[in-house]
């Protein structure tokens, strides 16, 4: 079976998956952040999540050089928010409402779920690199609904249970 980048895409875009936007200091303690949907629970014991960050990524020295991160899951009507960090452009922080938390990593203040992490290992993924991190810390909102990526675009849930 032969596979090429197109056909993989599109195969990818099969699995539904909620939308996270990560965020930490840099270097130089400017903020950063991405979008990312490659967000993945890896253990309970000890807690640990990844996500992973292409290689050519400009924010890549940046998360690099870092030690704490923070990852939130958006809500339903983020779309914009996801988009806004999705591009590599100077201006995603402007407007948006965060704080900066005691351990170095801005966190945005309405986001469904949030988790504080510790950088615990970066691997080497293909044309990623692979974050993961000891989760410190958490905020959940299980009221709300979360923002949802299918066959390259965003969806919402009809409804929260089955």
């Not at 991405?34 to 290689?55: G, H, R």
């Not at 806004?84 to 900066?100: I, M, N, T």
């Not at 986001?111 to 989760?135: P, Q």
Request: hydrophobic share 40%; aromatic share 10%.
């Amino acid at each position: 079976m032969s596979q090429n980048h197109k056909d993989l895409r599109k195969t990818l875009g099969c699995f539904a998956t909620g939308v996270t936007i990560i965020t930490a200091l840099g270097p130089k303690k400017e903020l950063i952040g991405i979008t990312a949907n490659s967000f993945s629970a890896v253990s309970l014991d000890p807690p640990l999540i990844l996500f992973s960050l292409q290689k050519k990524a400009l924010s890549l020295v940046a998360f690099l050089s870092t030690h704490h991160f923070a990852v939130h899951v958006l809500r339903e009507d983020q779309h914009s928010l996801s988009d806004r960090f999705a591009r590599a452009q100077s201006e995603k922080w402007a407007g948006v409402d965060y704080l900066v938390d005691d351990r170095g990593y801005p966190v945005l203040r309405d986001a469904l779920a949030v988790f504080a992490c510790r950088t615990h290992h970066t691997y080497n993924g293909g044309d990623h690199i692979i974050f993961v991190g000891e989760v410190l810390d958490t905020i959940a909102d299980t009221s709300g609904k979360p923002l949802v990526f299918y066959q390259g675009r965003y969806c919402k849930l009809l409804d929260s249970a089955i």
